[in-house]
């Protein structure tokens, strides 16, 4: 098997990734950027609507960054680590800097200083954005950036199976190459996992196909806990049927959700913030108004953008537009788009610190939203993933060099082979249970039982289930034999990560017997700080999920009840 040796690896071509990358690069350490998609193709290239921060001389005058601490620990129901987003808010001026410097060409006001939208939750607007196109220009601007440096290498197109341990240290990963089959190890001492979401396993969902949560299983895989699996985001536009996004900027220009009566809802739910409420609490109101009989037939509501005038939609939210008129034949301008809320983003991720280290295994790190550090608590705020990605990618870079200057590459290569033989299973095994069958099986499950609306009896279901599932996956086999870009061994490799995942939120969410931002319990509809103002660290022991706590880092600000 061919071997290439490595300062540090990183798992994953985002914006996470390529921001820790371009940093311990800049240190001179020898760095491999590992990416089943060319790296301009990962999902942070589909964000749509902005990246918040506060940035001197160039926010509203009543802002500052203690301001927009408050709003992320109020949007994240007070899950929050308050250090986290402290540092989140005041590094985010820094961050916004230096994408302006690399070149990336945000909208401006007509002053020349960077425009700026108000986002879900905030107190005053602090999105920054380039059109309805903001992760595409982002990506595009930290990858030109990245390939400047000649201690880089990037492996696109190879799939990471799994984490090589030597004892408690990382010794590097084992990848594939997906057009050969071949598989490469890449020796390293730190490994950085920022390998994003895993909005696939949930049948409605505004991800990419490619965000099948790899990194979360093969972090459970190598004893690595995940914190707060239980909190799932669920965006409130998805476009009907498709669900591909219609960015929450829709709603920051003017947009109004409306049910078939015509009735602005969101003014009963949400009395003061109306539509730009914090995404969980637009969620349930709108299954809220379906399920009461107030949606239209098939189960969707519609967003109102006629009022804004062709020019402006045109201007403003051209993607919203293009992709409204594309997949659901309605012309905004004219016609309301027809919206239900879809799967988005997974707030639970890698336990690590704010530091980007993980304390479970010695050279491991993860940020962006593969990890929780925790900025985002129980609900994110739109626009503060963009921003996590890259402040915490750039605080974890730092961090792992540190670390690469204190230690050494170990000698070891034990359990590579391992690996590989467990891929290559998939192709030798002859007849078994088809990925695609299961697939569609847990996908069902967790949006029906592990959804917006959960109760004990449907997370008890949703474990019995999935823990079926998860025993037939043992016998999962694929049937093209070939060994030439073989999508169908890939396909199984993401669906054996999709249900680990599986198994440790649901637990997770059944054992967090209270209610809070994205996690609504029917049965226990309010939140309980007394028993439950703690972090969810939840271990894949076999067959057996094991939840362990840690307190939740307050700094200034005490739990207030969550109105809006
Ligand atoms: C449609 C949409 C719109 C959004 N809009 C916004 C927005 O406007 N503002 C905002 O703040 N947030 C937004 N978000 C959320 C935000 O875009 C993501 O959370 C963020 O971009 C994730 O970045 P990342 O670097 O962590 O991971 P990603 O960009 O998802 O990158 C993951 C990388 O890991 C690689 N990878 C994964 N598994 C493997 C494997 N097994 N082997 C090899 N490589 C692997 C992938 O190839 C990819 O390069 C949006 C999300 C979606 C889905």
Request: aromatic share 10%; hydrophobic share 35%.
């Amino acid at each position: 098997m061919e071997k290439k040796e490595y300062d540090a690896v990183v798992l994953g071509g985002g914006l996470a990734g390529l921001m820790a990358a371009n940093n311990v690069a800049d240190a001179g350490f020898k760095v491999a950027v590992v990416s089943k998609v060319f790296p301009t193709r990962s999902h942070s290239a589909a964000a749509e609507g902005g990246i918040a921060a506060y940035v001197d001389g160039n926010s509203d005058p009543n802002d500052d960054p203690e301001f927009m601490s408050y709003d992320e620990v109020k949007g994240g129901d007070y899950l929050v680590d308050q250090n986290a987003a402290e540092l989140l808010s005041r590094d985010s001026g820094e961050i916004v800097h230096i994408l302006d410097t690399w070149g990336a060409p945000f909208n401006r006001q007509p002053d020349g200083r960077i425009a700026l939208r108000y986002f879900g939750g905030q107190t005053y607007p602090r999105t920054r954005f380039v059109a309805d196109k903001t992760g595409m220009a982002l990506l595009h601007t930290l990858f030109q950036h990245a390939t400047g440096f000649d201690n880089i290498d990037f492996y696109n197109e190879y799939y990471v199976l799994d984490i090589v341990k030597d004892g408690n240290n990382v010794n590097g990963l084992v990848a594939m190459e997906m057009k050969t089959m071949d598989p490469i190890f890449l020796k390293s001492r730190a490994l950085l996992i920022a390998s994003g979401g895993l909005g696939m396993i949930y049948q409605h969902t505004t991800n990419s196909y490619i965000n099948t949560g790899d990194g979360y299983g093969i972090a459970l895989r190598s004893g690595v806990p995940l914190k707060d699996p239980e909190f799932v985001q669920f965006h409130p536009t998805g476009l009907y049927p498709s669900d591909i996004l219609i960015s929450e900027a829709a709603r920051a220009e003017g947009g109004i959700l409306k049910n078939n009566k015509g009735e602005r809802f969101m003014a009963k739910y949400a009395p003061h913030k109306f539509d730009l409420a914090p995404r969980d609490i637009v969620s349930r109101s709108m299954t809220i108004e379906m399920r009461e009989g107030r949606g239209f037939e098939g189960g969707y509501l519609g967003l109102d953008l006629t009022h804004l005038g062709r020019e402006y939609i045109l201007e403003r939210l051209t993607l919203a537009y293009d992709a409204a008129k594309t997949f659901a034949n309605v012309d905004a301008t004219k016609e309301m788009i027809p919206v239900r809320p879809a799967q988005h983003y997974f707030m639970g991720g890698i336990d690590v610190d704010i530091t980007g280290v993980n304390s479970d295994l010695n050279g491991l790190f993860a940020a962006g939203e593969a990890a929780c550090v925790s900025v985002h608590g129980a609900n994110r705020l739109g626009s503060n993933s963009l921003l996590e990605t890259l402040v915490y990618g750039k605080e974890t870079g730092k961090t792992m060099v540190d670390f690469l200057k204190k230690h050494k590459n170990v000698e070891s290569s034990d359990g590579v082979d391992t690996i590989v033989d467990n891929a290559y299973s998939y192709i030798k095994r002859e007849t078994g249970e088809h990925f695609g069958t299961l697939l569609n099986e847990l996908r069902d499950v967790m949006w029906e039982n592990v959804g917006i609306f959960r109760d004990e009896k449907k997370l008890t279901e949703a474990v019995k289930q999935i823990n079926s599932i998860r025993k037939r996956s043992i016998n999962m086999y694929v049937t093209d034999k070939t060994t030439n870009y073989n999508t169908e061994v890939f396909n199984a490799l993401e669906t054996r990560n999709m249900i680990d995942c599986s198994i440790v939120m649901a637990t997770a969410a059944l054992n967090r017997t209270e209610t809070r931002g994205a996690h609504f319990r029917d049965d226990y509809p309010t939140r309980d700080d007394d028993n439950w103002m703690k972090h969810s660290i939840a271990y894949l022991n076999g067959d057996a999920v094991e939840i362990k706590y840690k307190p939740v880092i307050v700094t200034k600000w005490k739990p207030e009840p969550r109105v809006y």
